[in-house]
């Protein structure tokens, strides 16, 4: 084999294994398929993620699609880890506001592991009564700076996890459901 033979097979091999490095991360870049109802809403999220400099791509690597679908009655929203539906039942396609604050919701469940957060009005209640909507769109701006406030990259999640393990803390730490009213 000459010079020139071994330096085009060397480069082969090099142009092979970074094409399959590039396959193999190309997950890494792709967003979920989001119904056209509910676009306006994620890309607002994505906005406040970019505004806030947190890089929400690794956090919503695992869900392939949100959905505007029925639900079982009684839900605005549900995660199911690789996948948000949104009640199709519950909330009409021309209510912005309300689809975005379901879909801020559950996203906190599904891309940043937010469990729900009971402590007066919060975008990660998990009750949110009708009569109360017209609450969250007047407080919109700092219950929106609440939710991202929480935000805590992957890493220090599994950092937090297992120091709560370590000192014996029960905590429920996921519930994916937002309720309408809250069950007897």
Known sequence: MTQDQKTISY??????????LIGSCSHMFRQPYVDPILK????????QCKLKDINYKRDIVKIDSILYAPLEEG???????????????????IDLFTLKLVMFHELGHCAFGYGHFEWGEDIMNSVLPE??????QHFWYLL????????????????LQKRLEKSDCFCILHEDKLQVKESN
């Open 40 to 47: 306006p809403a994620f890309n607002e999220w994505i906005n």
């Open 11 to 20: 480069l082969i091999v090099i142009v092979f294994t970074v094409i399959i």
């Open 131 to 136: 009569e109360k909507i017209i609450v969250y």
């Open 144 to 159: 929106e700076d609440q939710y991202f406030i929480r935000y805590l990259t992957k890493k220090e999640r599994r950092k």
């Open 75 to 93: 839900y605005w929203g549900q995660c199911f880890g690789n996948k948000i539906i949104i009640n199709e039942n519950a909330i009409s396609p």
